[in-house]
C-alpha cells in the first residue's frame, strides 16, 4: 500500500504563491507516476499536473501553464506543487494522487489541502 500526505494550502490573493507538497510512505518502489489533482466547490475533479517518478518527465495542464510547476525529490519521497499567479479560479481542494506499476488508474490519494485564492 501507497500512503500519500499533502500539506503547504492555505489563503492567499489573487497574484500570489503557494508550494504544495505531498510526502509518500509504504511501498513507494512501486509509484511509477505521480499527479496533482483539484476539486472546485461545485465541481468535479479535474487533473493539474503530472510527473513520471524514474524519469521525471512532466506535464501540466493548459488551464496552469506558465503559472504551475510540478517537481519530486525522490530521495525525500516528496513531489510539489509550484503555483504562482494565482487567479481566484485556483480555488479548490488539492489532491495528490499516485499510480503504481500495477495500477491503470490513480488508486492511492491523499487526503487533500485547501488552497484559497481571493481576489
Known amino acids: 500500500q ?3 500526505v499533502e500539506s503547504g494550502g492555505g489563503s492567499v490573493q489573487a497574484g500570489g504563491s503557494l508550494r504544495l507538497s505531498c510526502t509518500s510512505s509504504g511501498y513507494t518502489d ?3 507516476r505521480m499527479g496533482w ?4 466547490p461545485g465541481k468535479g475533479r479535474e487533473g493539474v499536473a503530472w510527473i513520471y517518478k524514474g524519469s521525471g518527465s512532466t506535464s501540466v495542464a493548459e488551464s496552469v501553464k506558465g503559472r504551475f510547476t510540478i517537481s519530486q525529490d525522490n530521495a525525500k519521497g516528496t ?5 504562482n499567479t494565482l487567479k481566484p479560479e485556483d480555488t479548490g481542494m488539492y489532491y ?3 499510480r503504481t506499476t500495477s495500477d491503470t488508474i490513480y488508486k492511492h490519494w491523499g487526503q487533500g489541502t485547501q488552497v484559497t485564492v481571493s481576489s
Open 2 to 4: 501507497v500512503q500519500l
Open 37 to 40: 489533482f483539484r476539486q472546485a
Open 96 to 98: 495528490c494522487a499516485a
Open 79 to 83: 513531489v510539489y506543487l509550484q503555483m
Open 30 to 32: 512501486s509509484i511509477y
